[in-house]
């Protein structure tokens, strides 16, 4: 499985964005699971894709996806969708 994060609004004034998966079980607290290279803002444009791969055997109940910014952005957005298409 991977999640795959689709920017839905153009980035603007910051220098880069580096994504990173995180999960928890229960109450407990966040780590990192998966993560992908920073990308430039000139890449962060309107149907640009971002792909982290799920390891297998990862043990959280719950996910989340976390955004570091390089830079003071003044614009975008992107959502994050768990993708289970296994090819068949």
């Given at each position: 499985?991977?999640?795959?994060?689709?920017?839905?609004?153009?980035?603007?004034?910051?220098?880069?964005?580096?994504f990173?998966?995180?999960?928890?079980?229960?109450?407990?607290?966040?780590?990192?699971?998966?993560?992908?290279?920073?990308?430039?803002?000139?890449?962060?444009?309107k149907g640009?894709?971002v792909?982290?791969?799920?390891?297998?055997?990862?043990?959280?109940?719950?996910?989340?996806?976390?955004?570091?910014?390089?830079?003071?952005?003044t614009?975008?957005?992107?959502?994050?969708?768990?993708?289970?298409?296994?090819?068949?």
């Amino acid at each position: 499985m991977h999640v795959r994060v689709f920017v839905k609004e153009d980035f603007a004034g910051g220098t880069s964005m580096a994504f990173k998966l995180q999960g928890k079980k229960g109450n407990g607290g966040y780590a990192d699971i998966a993560s992908a290279a920073a990308v430039t803002t000139a890449n962060l444009k309107k149907g640009a894709e971002v792909v982290m791969e799920i390891p297998e055997g990862t043990d959280a109940d719950t996910l989340k996806v976390v955004g570091t910014a390089s830079g003071s952005f003044t614009g975008g957005k992107a959502e994050a969708w768990i993708d289970t298409n296994l090819g068949l």
